[in-house]
C-alpha cells in the first residue's frame, strides 16, 4: 500500500533516532520490529519514512466492515507473493487497531516464529507457488523435483525479505497479555520504545510549524511555541489527576498536539478575518457618520456664505434686465426700415433672377450640341489629323467637312487651305477656343449650305472619316450656337441692365443691415450677460436648496445613528483590543477545543485559569475575563442551540462549541441523552440518520450520508469504535479527477462537505484508549448540577405555575426574536454603510431606510427592557421554587451515582424527572408558597425513595437514604465538605505523631489518637482533648448514646452554662477558643454526633446512621418501600417492562404466579429460562403475546448475555410510536446483577430486588404473608398447631440470619431457601393431619432431611439441630416459655393469623445477637463489618482526594518488599544439620514419629520457600525488564500492593487469612520454630499454630505413645488438660535465638499463673517475668502445645473453665494445653467438645471424615454451662488470627 497523502514531518533528536532504529531493524535479514507506545507517537509515520529509506515497500491492511480472518488470510498471501515469489523487500507495518479478531496475532506470531502460516494456501495456490519459485529454487542449487525443498525456500525467502513491524500501544491490559499469549511478539522482534515527546521535540514541531504564520511580533513565535508544549504537559497532569479523583481516564498524545496547532492556525485566521471584518464594518459606519458630522459643519458654513451673494447676484441681473429692453426697442427700430428696403430689393431681386433664367434656357439649347463637339474634337489626336492629311484627293464628304471648318476659321474653303490648316499644329486649339459668341453673320451664311446639305450629318461622315465626325459635330454646334446666341444677346444686355440697379439697391440695404447687425450684437451680448447672470442665480439657489436638504437628511442621519456613534465608537476600540488579543485569546480557545472536552467544569475552569495566567507571564497578548464562550460564541448562535433544546447552563455551551467548532468529528460521553437530544433537534431539518454499530446495515446508510452530504448521529457507542469508521473519523479524503472522495470500506464514494458526523455513548463513564481519543473529540455531556436545576426548575414551576413558566417562554422566545431583529437591523444598517457611495447625505433611501430600521430597534428597544423587568419579575417568582429544584438535582445525582454500586441500578434522567414531576402534580396542593414547598420537598423526596429503593438490594437501602440524607443536608449547608470527607475517610496521613496520652485508665489509646484527629482536623471538635478531661463529652443520635469519659470524675471544672453556636463565621479568639464549653450534645449539629460515633464507636454506626437518617428525613427513609406486584404493575405499560433484579436464594416465581391468579391471567402466562439456544424461542413468545395481550416472563436473562442486544431492541421497538401492541400484554424479566443486561431497557422499565429478606423480623413476615387464614387457623391441633408453624418460621429466620456472623454463625454459608420452609411445613400438614405430633420424626426429618439435607460440616449439623431444639420441640409448646433470655421472642396464644401478623410487625428491626444465643462479640465483628461496607459503598461513588505526591512508584514499593522478604527468609531448612539423636531408632528400628513429622513439614516448608524465593526473584527481574511478567507474577504485583498473599504462594502454603505483612511475619516465626526444633532439638511445648500440617504433629504424637505402649493406635483419643501457663511464640522465638541444642528457655521454666487476666502477655513481645519456678513439668506422655486462641469464649484462669468472652475482647489465647493420648477414652458430659480449626475462616474442602481440610481436632473443655450454650454461639479454637 502506497500513501498518496503527503507527510509533514518534524525532524528532532528522537525522531531521528526512531527511524535510525526502525531502519537498522528492517535492513537486517530476518529484523522485525515491535514498536510500543501509545497511539499518535509516531509509530506508523517513521516506519514508512524508514521503509522508504530502505527502498523497501510498506503494506498495510485495510480494514472495511466484515473485514475477517478469511480476508487476513488473503493479505497474508499477497505479502507472501511479494516477498517470497517477486523477492522484494516488504515492510509489514501492522498496529493492534488492527486486530479484529485475536488469530491474527496468533499468524503473525507463527510469521515471526517460523515464517511459517499454517494452512495459508489452498492445494492450487499451493502448486503456483512452487511454479513460480522453482526457476530461483533451481538457481539456489534445488533439484526441480523436490517440492519440500522448493517450499522450504520460498518460506525462507519470505522469511529474510518479509520485515513486520508491529505497533503497539501499552495502554490497558491487552498488549501484556498479548506478549504472554505470543511470546514471538517479544522473543522474535526488536523492542523500540516510543515514550512520551520530550519537550524539546513538542517545542521544535510548534516551532516548525509557527515558522511560516504571521502573528505580529517575531518574538511572539517563540512564546507561543513555548506556550503549546505548556498546554500539552499540563493537561497531562490535569488527565492523571482527574484519574485519580474522579476515576475518569483521559489521554493526550503528540497527535493531540498536532491537532492544537493545526486548530490554532486555522482558527487564528479566520477569528483574525472575522474581527477585521467586524471592526471594518463598524468602523466604516463610525467613519461614514463622522464624515457627515464633518459635511455638516461646512454646509452650515456654505450656507451662510451664500445667502449675501445670492442678493446681489439678483440686483445685477433686474440692471441688465432693464438695460436690455430699452436697446431692444432701439434695435427694433432700425430692424423696422432695414425690413422694408429689404423687400423693395427682394422684388428686384425676383425681376433680375427672371430675365437671367430666361437667357439662361435659351443658352441651354446649344450648350449640349457644343458639349458634344467640343468632346469630339478632345478625341482626336494627331494620327487623326494625319489620316486627313494624308488625302491627296480627298473623298466627297471629308472636303465638304473641311471646307466648313476652312469656312468657320476664316480659311478658303479648298483643299490646300484645308491642308495648312491640319499641318498646324493649334489646328484643334483654335477650334477648340473659337469665339463663338462673335461669329459674323457673313460666315453664317456662307455656312447654311453646308448644314443644309443632307449628308452632312455625322453619322454619315463617320462612315468616311471619324476625324471628320467630329468636325462635322463642331460645325453643327457652332452654327446652332450662333443662332442661338443671337436670341439671347438682346436678354443679356437687359439682364446687366437689371444686375447694375440691384447691386445699387443691396449695397443701402448692406449698410442698413450692418447697422442692425451691431444693434443685435450688442442685444446678444446683453441677452448672454442676463443669461449667466440667472444661472448663477439657480445654480445659488439649487446648492443653498440641495444644502438646506442635506441639512435636513444629515440631522435625521445623526437622528438613526447617534446612539450608535458611542456604542460603535467603543465597539470599535473593543475590536481593535480584541484584535490585539486575538494571537492568545484564540490560542486558549483552541486549546479548549482540543483539550478540554472530557474533563469535568472544575478541571476545565482550572485549566483555562492556569493557561492565561502563563500566557500573560510569557507576554502573549490574552484578555483577562477570557472564556471559550466569549472567543468562539455569538449569543444568536447559542440562542438558537437553547432554543433546540441545549441546557442552557455553561458546560452544556461550552459542549456545544466543542461540538461545532472542533477539526475532529465529536464522541459525547452523554448518559443523560441530552446532547442526543440536542444533536436531534438540530440537525433534523438537515435529514438527520441515526445509526448503531450493532445495525447490519450501518455503513450503508453512512456511505449515502457522505454521498448526499446529510448529518450522522452514532448512537449507543462502546469503549471501542469499529475499525471500518476509521477514514470518517480522520477525514482520509482525496482529490481524483477534480473529485472530493473516501475510501470507505473497498470502495471509493464522493465526499459532501456538508457532511457531519457525531457519536454519544450512554455510558457515563467510558474508557477510551489513546488511539480512540486521537481520533475524535471527547466531549463530556453529563449532566451538571446547576445545568439540570435549571431543568428541574422549569419543569416545577411549569407544574405549579403554568401560567409564569408560559409567560417566561413566550417572553423568552420573543427576546430572542427582539434579539435577533435588533442583530438583522444592526447588520442592515453597517452593510447599507459599508456598501454607500458618494455624498451619504444624498442617499435619501439609504437615510429612509435608516429611519425606519431606528423607529423599529426604538420599539424593539423598548420592548426588550419591559420584557427584561418582566422576566426579572418572573424569575423572582421562579426562584421561590428553587429549594425543590436543587432539591430534585441533588437527588437525581444521588439516584445516578447508585450504578456504580450495582449496574442494575440504572435510572435515566427522563425516568427520573418523569417521576418527580408526576409527584409534584400528584401532590396534595395548598395556597400558601412555603406550604406547598415544603409538601413539594417531602413528597418529591418520599416518592423518589420509595420508587428508586423498590430496586436496591437490602444493603444498598440505607446506603441510598444515607447519601440522599447527606447530600440534601450538604445542600442546606446543614453539613460542611470538611466534615463530610472526615466522616468517610478518617484522617489522612500515615506516620502522624499524637501528642502524650493522659494516664486515665478509662482513656485508650484509640480513643486518645480519634480524639487528636477531631481536634485537629474539624472546627466543631476543638478542644476535645482538653475537654475530654475536664467535662463529660457524650452524645446521643436516637436511641444510642456515645460517652468518651466516664459521667463524673473527680477531675472535672464545674460545667459552664451553655452557650449556643453564633451564626457568623468569625474566628474565636485565643481566650474563648480555650474555655471549656462542655455540653457536647447540645452543641454538636447532627452529623458532628454521627461524626463522633464513628470515631469512638465505629461498630455502631449503621445503628447511627439509620437514626440520623430517620430524625432527617423521616421514619419511611428507613423502612422498606412496599413492594408487591398489584403496586408495581400500576408502574408497567404495555411497553415497560418490570425487571426483578434476582439474589441468590431468591425466586419471584411463586409470588408472581399468585398475583397472575388474582388478575386472571394464571392461564396466559408465557414463561421461559432463557439460556442457550433460548433467544430466538423468547422473541417468539413476545411476539405472539403482543398480539394476544398474555404476559410473557423472561428468567435468568443473565444467562444469556448475548441476546440481550436482541432484547433491547425488541424492547426498543415496543416503544417506538405506532408500535403494534395488545394494551394488556406486559413482559416480566428476571435477572442476577450484569453487566451485559441492556442499560436503556434498566432504565425505562419498573425494577424491583427479589431477595430474601434480612432480620428476623421481615424474615418471618415474609413467611407469614404466603400463609392463608384456612390453613393457618383450621386445624386440629389448635393453638399447638399455630405455635408449631411459628417455631418453623422463625427457625428458618434464624438458621437464615444466622449466615451475617460469618463462620461464627455457620462455618459454611448455606443457601437455606423459602421452599425449604415451604417443604418442612407440609411435611408437618402432613404428619399431623391425624391430631398427633410425632415429634421424634418431625424432628428427625425437619432437621437431618428438609435442612440437614442442605448441610455439608459436621459441625454446622450438630449446631443445627441444637437450634432446631430450641424452636421446635416439645417444650417449646409449653406456657410460657421464651425463645431466648430477654423475653421478646416467643410464639404468641394468639386465634388468628392477622394477629401472629401484628405481633410480628412489633418485633425489633435490629436483632439483638441473644436471640441467636450468640455473645455480644460476635455482633461487634459483624457490625464492623457493615459499618465498612457502607462506609467504602458510599466511598467508592464520592470524588478521590486529591493525594499529594511524591510518594513511591508501584515497581519500587513491589521492588522493596521483594527485597525485604528475600532478606527475612532463609533459603530452605536443611533437615541434614539436625542433631543425630533425633534420628536414633528404638529398640524396634522405629524412628520418633515427631521426626517423621519434623522431616515432612521440612520438605513442605522448603517447598514454600522455594515458590516464595523464585517469584521473588523473578519479579525482580521483571520489574527491571530483564524477563516477561507472567500472568502469576503480575498477580504476585498487585497482591503486594494490596497487601495480600499472593495466590501462587498461598496454593503452596497453609491455610492463613493474614494480609501479607501478618503472613511473612508468621511464616519468619514458622520457619524458625522448625529450624529450632532441627538445631535444638524438640522443644519443651509445641507452637501447633507452627505447624504447616497440626494432624500429622497429632497422629506422630499418638503413634509415639502407641509404640511406647503398644496400645492400638485407632483407639487412642487426646485428653486435654489446660495448663496455668501462657507462652507467646514471639517471645519465645526471641529467647531461641541464644539457646545451644538441649539448653531450656527462661519461658520453659515453670511459671505458675497468679492474679487476674491483665497479667498474662499480650500478643506482642514483652520481657518475660521471672519469678518463674526453675522447671516446668515435661509430660511423661502426650505433649504441650500452645498458640491457640478462643473464639467466642474466653479461659477462665481462676475456675480453670471456658467462660463467656469479654466485651470488645474478640480472640483471647488460651494456655499451654497437655494434650495426653488416652485409650477409649470419653470426655465428662459437662466438658464442651470444642472443635480446633486452623484459621477463623473454619470452612475447608470436605475431606473423607466430613470434617473440612481447616478443621484439626476436636477438643473438650471444662465448662459449667450446657453445650448446647456453647453450640449456639460457635465457640472454638483456632491455631492463628486475621490480623
Known amino acids: 500500500m502506497s500513501s498518496s497523502k503527503e507527510m ?60 475477517d480472518y478469511a480476508a487476513f488470510h488473503e493479505d497474508l498471501k499477497k505479502l507472501y507473493n511479494m516477498a517470497g515469489v517477486d523477492a522484494d523487500n516488504t515492510v509489514f507495518l501492522f498496529t493492534d487497531t488492527q486486530i479484529v ?27 503456483k507457488v ?4 522453482r526457476p530461483k529454487a533451481k538457481e539456489a542449487g534445488i533439484p526441480e523435483g523436490n517440492r519440500d525443498e522448493i517450499y522450504n525456500f520460498f518460506i525462507n525467502q519470505v522469511r529474510s525479505k518479509l520485515h513486520i513491524v508491529l505497533c503497539m500501544s501499552p495502554v490497558g491490559d491487552a498488549f501484556r497479555a498479548r506478549c504472554r499469549m505470543f511470546p514471538s511478539l517479544v522473543n522474535c522482534c526488536t523492542i523500540d520504545w516510543f515514550i512520551e515527546w520530550p519537550r524539546e521535540a513538542l517545542l521544535s514541531v510548534s516551532e516548525s510549524f509557527f515558522e511560516q504564520t504571521e502573528l505580529g511580533e517575531e518574538e511572539l513565535k517563540g512564546k ?80 451662510t456664505a451664500l445667502k449675501p451673494e445670492l442678493e446681489q447676484k439678483s440686483k445685477n441681473t433686474e440692471a441688465l434686465m432693464e438695460r436690455l429692453a430699452i436697446d431692444q426697442e432701439e434695435a427694433d427700430k432700425v430692424r423696422k426700415v432695414v425690413m422694408e428696403d429689404e423687400a423693395v430689393a427682394r422684388v428686384k431681386a425676383e425681376e433680375t433672377q427672371a430675365i437671367a433664367d430666361d437667357a439662361q434656357r435659351d443658352l441651354d439649347e446649344a450648350l449640349p450640341a457644343l458639349e458634344a463637339a467640343n468632346k469630339a474634337l478632345d478625341s482626336l489626336d494627331k494620327s487623326d489629323i494625319s489620316e486627313i492629311k494624308a488625302f491627296t484627293k480627298p473623298p466627297e464628304m471629308v472636303m465638304t467637312v473641311m471646307e466648313a471648318v476652312c469656312i468657320i476659321l476664316g480659311v478658303k474653303p479648298e483643299w490646300s487651305a484645308a491642308k495648312s490648316l491640319l499641318g498646324d499644329s493649334n489646328f484643334l486649339r483654335k477650334m477648340m477656343e473659337y469665339d463663338k459668341d462673335n461669329i459674323p453673320d457673313a460666315v453664317l451664311r456662307k455656312l447654311k449650305k453646308y448644314i443644309e446639305n443632307p449628308k452632312f450629318f455625322p453619322e454619315i461622315v463617320e462612315k468616311t472619316s471619324k476625324a471628320c465626325k467630329s468636325m462635322c459635330m463642331w460645325v453643327r454646334a457652332m452654327d446652332l450656337y450662333s443662332k442661338v446666341f443671337k436670341t439671347v444677346q438682346p436678354k443679356r444686355d437687359k439682364l446687366a441692365a437689371a444686375e447694375a440697379e440691384l447691386a445699387a439697391t443691396m449695397a443701402i440695404l448692406k449698410d442698413k443691415q450692418d447697422k442692425l447687425a451691431t444693434v443685435e450684437a450688442k442685444i446678444a451680448e446683453l441677452q448672454a450677460q442676463y443669461e449667466e447672470s440667472v444661472d448663477e442665480k439657480d445654480k445659488l439657489q439649487k446648492k443653498m436648496a440641495l444644502t438646506t436638504a442635506r441639512l435636513k437628511r444629515a440631522g435625521r442621519l445623526q437622528l438613526a445613528l447617534g446612539d450608535e456613534q458611542v456604542r460603535w465608537a467603543e465597539s470599535v476600540k473593543d475590536f481593535e483590543v480584541e484584535i490585539g488579543n486575538v494571537v492568545g485569546n484564540v490560542f486558549v480557545a483552541a486549546a479548549c477545543v482540543a483539550y478540554y472536552g472530557a474533563f469535568t467544569s472544575t478541571y476545565r475552569n482550572e485549566l483555562v485559569e492556569r493557561w492565561t495566567d502563563r500566557c500573560k507571564e510569557l507576554e502573549i497578548p490574552v484578555s483577562d475575563d477570557l472564556s471559550l464562550v466569549k472567543v468562539l460564541a455569538d449569543s444568536f448562535e447559542i440562542r438558537q442551540w437553547n432554543a433546540d433544546g441545549l441546557p442552557r447552563d455553561t458546560v452544556s455551551t461550552e459542549n456545544a462549541i466543542l461540538v461545532t467548532r472542533g477539526r475532529r468529528w465529536p464522541l459525547m460521553i452523554d448518559p443523560q441523552d441530552q446532547a442526543n437530544r440536542w444533536i436531534r433537534n438540530r440537525e433534523i431539518k438537515n435529514g438527520l440518520k441515526v445509526i448503531k454499530l450493532t445495525d447490519g446495515n450501518f455503513l450503508r446508510t453512512l456511505e449515502n450520508a457522505i454521498r448526499l452530504g446529510m448529518p450522522v448521529l452514532l448512537e449507543e457507542v462502546g469503549e471501542f469504535l469499529d475499525p471500518a469508521l476509521e477514514p470518517v473519523l480522520l477525514k482520509q479524503t482525496f482529490m481524483s479527477g477534480g473529485r472530493l472522495l473516501i475510501r470507505l470500506g473497498d470502495s471509493d464514494i464522493d465526499y459532501d462537505k456538508n457532511f457531519r458526523f457525531y457519536m454519544t455513548t450512554k455510558m457515563s463513564n467510558p474508557h477510551y484508549l489513546p488511539e480512540i481519543c486521537i481520533k475524535v473529540t471527547i466531549i463530556n455531556f453529563t449532566v451538571t448540577k446547576s445545568g439540570l436545576e435549571d431543568q428541574v426548575l422549569s419543569d416545577v414551576v411549569s407544574l405549579e405555575r403554568p401560567d409564569l413558566e408560559e409567560q417566561r417562554n413566550q417572553l423568552i422566545v420573543r427576546i430572542n426574536a427582539d434579539r435577533n431583529q435588533l442583530k438583522a437591523i444592526e447588520d442592515r444598517i453597517l452593510n447599507l454603510l459599508f456598501n454607500s457611495e458618494g455624498n451619504i447625505l444624498d442617499n435619501e433611501e439609504l437615510i429612509n431606510t435608516l429611519n425606519e430600521s431606528k423607529v423599529t430597534s426604538g420599539v424593539i428597544k423598548k420592548r426588550l427592557a419591559e420584557a427584561e423587568t418582566t422576566e426579572e419579575k418572573i424569575s423572582l417568582a421562579r426562584e421561590k421554587y428553587r429549594p425543590v429544584a436543587a432539591r430534585g438535582s441533588v437527588m437525581y445525582f444521588v439516584v445516578a451515582s447508585l450504578a456504580e454500586i450495582d449496574p442494575m441500578y440504572q435510572y435515566s434522567l427522563k425516568y427520573f424527572k418523569q417521576l418527580f414531576n408526576n409527584t409534584i402534580e400528584n401532590s396534595e396542593k395548598a395556597d400558601d408558597l412555603p406550604t406547598r414547598l415544603k409538601i413539594c420537598l417531602k413528597q418529591t423526596t418520599m416518592n423518589v425513595y420509595s420508587n428508586v429503593a423498590r430496586g436496591l438490594f437490602e444493603s444498598h437501602k440505607l446506603v441510598f437514604s444515607f447519601m440522599l440524607c447527606g447530600d440534601v443536608m450538604r445542600l442546606e449547608e446543614k453539613i460542611n465538605d470538611l466534615e463530610w470527607n472526615y466522616f468517610l475517610r478518617g484522617t489522612a496521613g500515615m506516620d502522624k505523631s499524637y501528642p502524650p496520652k493522659p494516664e486515665k485508665e478509662w482513656l485508650s489509646d484509640a480513643t486518645w489518637k480519634a480524639a487528636c484527629d477531631l481536634h485537629d482536623t474539624l472546627p466543631a471538635f476543638r478542644n476535645i482533648t482538653k475537654e475530654i478531661l475536664a467535662t ?111 439474589s441468590t436464594g431468591s425466586d419471584p416465581m411463586g409470588a408472581f404466579q399468585r398475583f397472575a391468579r388474582e388478575r386472571g391471567f394464571s392461564e396466559r402466562i408465557l414463561a421461559i429460562s432463557l439460556g442457550q439456544g433460548q433467544g430466538p424461542v423468547a422473541e417468539k413468545l413476545i411476539a405472539e403475546a403482543r398480539k394476544t395481550g398474555d404476559w410473557v416472563f423472561l428468567q435468568n436473562c443473565h444467562l444469556a448475555a448475548s441476546w440481550m442486544l436482541s432484547m433491547e431492541n425488541i424492547i426498543k421497538n415496543m416503544a417506538e410510536p405506532g408500535a403494534e401492541i395488545h394494551d394488556e400484554f406486559r413482559l416480566y424479566l428476571s435477572s442476577m446483577p450484569t453487566k451485559s443486561f441492556p442499560v436503556t431497557v434498566l432504565q425505562n ?75 418442612a411445613l407440609e411435611n408437618l400438614k402432613m404428619y399431623c393431619s391425624d391430631g398427633e405430633i410425632p415429634w421424634d420424626a418431625l424432628e428427625y426429618i425437619t432437621g437431618e432431611i428438609t435442612y440437614g439435607g442442605r448441610v455439608t460440616d459436621a459441625w454446622d449439623q450438630r449446631c443445627l439441630r441444637t437450634i432446631l431444639h430450641r424452636f421446635f420441640a416439645p417444650h417449646t409448646l409449653q406456657e410460657d416459655y421464651k425463645y431466648s433470655d430477654s423475653g421478646i421472642y416467643y410464639a404468641p396464644t394468639h386465634d388468628t393469623l392477622q394477629e401472629f401478623r401484628q405481633y410480628i410487625e412489633q418485633l425489633p428491626i435490629i436483632d439483638e445477637p441473644e436471640v441467636f444465643g450468640m455473645h455480644e462479640n460476635a455482633n461487634l465483628a459483624f457490625q464492623i463489618q457493615e459499618t465498612n461496607t457502607l462506609i467504602f459503598t458510599i466511598l467508592d461513588v464520592q470524588p478521590r482526594m486529591a493525594s499529594a505526591g511524591g510518594g513511591k512508584s508501584n515497581d519500587e514499593i513491589v ?74 507474577l503480575e498477580m504476585v504485583y498487585h497482591s503486594f500492593l494490596n497487601n495480600q498473599v499472593p495466590d501462587m504462594w498461598a496454593k503452596a502454603a497453609y491455610p492463613s487469612l493474614k494480609p501479607l505483612s501478618g503472613w511473612v511475619k508468621d511464616l519468619v516465626l514458622r520457619v524458625g520454630f522448625i529450624n529450632h526444633w532441627i538445631t535444638h532439638g524438640a522443644p519443651k511445648s509445641f507452637w501447633l499454630s507452627g505447624f504447616y500440617f497440626p494432624q500429622g504433629f497429632l497422629t506422630g504424637t499418638l503413634q509415639n505413645h502407641a509404640r511406647k505402649y503398644d496400645f492400638p493406635i485407632d483407639a487412642l483419643s487426646f485428653h486435654f488438660h ?83 468472652a469479654n466485651p470488645g475482647e474478640m480472640n483471647p489465647p488460651l494456655p499451654v494445653m497437655h494434650m495426653e493420648p488416652k485409650m477409649n477414652f470419653t470426655p465428662d458430659k459437662e466438658d464442651y467438645i470444642c472443635p480446633l480449626y486452623k484459621t477463623g475462616l473454619r470452612a475447608g474442602v470436605l475431606s473423607t471424615t466430613g470434617h473440612s481440610t481447616n478443621f484439626v481436632v476436636p477438643a473438650h473443655l471444662p465448662s459449667s454451662k450446657p453445650q448446647n450454650y456453647w453450640i449456639s454461639m460457635g465457640t472454638a479454637l483456632v491455631c492463628q488470627l486475621n490480623e
Open 8 to 67: 509533514k514531518l518534524v525532524f528532532f533528536m528522537d525522531a531521528i533516532e526512531h527511524v535510525a532504529r526502525i531502519s537498522r531493524m528492517i535492513r537486517q535479514e530476518r529484523g522485525n520490529a515491535l514498536l510500543v507506545g501509545v497511539g499518535g507517537t509516531g509509530k506508523q509515520s517513521l516506519t514508512r519514512l524508514a521503509s522508504h529509506i530502505c527502498g523497501y515497500k510498506c503494506f498495510q491492511i485495510e480494514l472495511s466492515r466484515g473485514y
Open 101 to 127: 479478531v485475536e488469530e491474527f496475532l496468533e499468524d503473525i506470531n507463527n510469521i515471526l516464529n517460523s515464517g511459517e502460516v499454517p494452512n495459508l494456501f489452498e492445494p492450487d495456490e499451493y502448486e
Open 130 to 133: 512452487i511454479m513460480s519459485v
Open 224 to 303: 507561543v511555541s513555548e506556550m503549546c508544549v505548556e498546554i500539552h504537559t499540563s493537561v497531562s497532569d490535569m488527565a492523571e489527576r482527574y484519574f485519580a479523583e474522579l476515576r475518569r481516564r483521559y489521554y493526550t498524545t503528540p497527535t493531540s498536539y498536532l491537532e492544537l496547532i493545526n486548530l490554532y492556525l486555522s482558527m487564528l485566521s479566520e477569528k483574525k478575518k472575522q474581527l477585521v471584518n467586524a471592526r471594518n464594518r463598524i468602523k466604516s459606519g463610525l467613519d461614514k457618520i463622522l464624515e457627515t458630522n464633518t459635511l455638516v459643519a461646512e454646509m452650515e458654513v456654505t450656507l
Open 1032 to 1142: 463529660p463529652v457524650w452524645c446521643k443520635v436516637g436511641e444510642l448514646e456515645v460517652r468518651l469519659n466516664p459521667e463524673t470524675e473527680e477531675d472535672y471544672v464545674p460545667e459552664p452554662v451553655y452557650e449556643p453556636p453564633k451564626d457568623d463565621d468569625e474566628e474565636p479568639s485565643a481566650e474563648e477558643d480555650m474555655k471549656i464549653k462542655g455540653h457536647w450534645n447540645k452543641r454538636l449539629t447532627p452529623f458532628q454526633k454521627l461524626i463522633m460515633i464513628k470515631a469512638f464507636m465505629e461498630e455502631k454506626v449503621v445503628f447511627a446512621v439509620t437514626d440520623f437518617v430517620k430524625e432527617n428525613l423521616g421514619q419511611m427513609f428507613i423502612e422498606n418501600p412496599p413492594t408487591d406486584l398489584a403496586s408495581l404493575y400500576e408502574d408497567m405499560a404495555p411497553s415497560t417492562p418490570l425487571v426483578f433484579v434476582l
Open 1245 to 1319: 422499565s419498573v425494577k424491583v430486588t427479589n431477595e430474601p429478606p434480612k432480620g428476623l423480623r421481615a424474615n418471618t413476615r415474609r413467611a407469614f404473608t404466603e400463609l392463608t387464614p384456612q390453613w393457618f387457623e383450621e386445624h386440629i391441633l389448635g393453638l399447638d398447631w399455630r405455635q408449631m408453624i411459628f417455631g418453623v418460621c422463625f427457625f428458618h429466620a434464624i438458621i437464615q440470619e444466622r449466615k451475617k456472623f460469618g463462620p461464627l454463625g455457620w462455618n459454611i454459608k448455606y443457601e437455606f431457601n423459602d421452599s425449604d420452609r415451604e417443604c
Open 1455 to 1528: 521492588f522493596e518488599l521483594a527485597d525485604s522478604i528475600l532478606e527475612k527468609l532463609p533459603d530452605k531448612l536443611d533437615i541434614e544439620e539436625a542433631n543425630q539423636d533425633m534420628f536414633k531408632p528404638d529398640s524396634k528400628g522405629r524412628i520418633n514419629s515427631l521426626t517423621t513429622v519434623l522431616t515432612q513439614e521440612v520438605e513442605r516448608f522448603n517447598k514454600l520457600l522455594k515458590v516464595i524465593k523464585s517469584s521473588l526473584n523473578t519479579i525482580k527481574k521483571a520489574i527491571k525488564g530483564l524477563v516477561v511478567m507472567s500472568e502469576a
Open 1618 to 1700: 489446660v495448663l496455668p501457663h501462657y507462652r507467646d511464640q514471639n517471645e519465645v522465638a526471641v529467647q531461641q535465638q541464644h539457646l545451644g541444642f538441649g539448653e531450656t528457655m527462661e519461658v520453659d521454666k515453670e511459671k505458675k499463673k497468679k492474679g487476674s487476666d491483665k497479667d498474662r502477655p499480650s500478643s506482642s513481645f514483652s520481657t518475660v517475668e521471672c519469678e518463674l519456678d526453675r522447671n516446668i513439668a515435661s509430660p511423661d506422655d502426650g505433649v504441650l502445645v500452645h498458640g491457640l486462641f478462643m473464639d467466642c469464649g474466653r479461659w477462665d484462669d481462676e475456675n480453670m473453665l471456658l467462660a463467656d
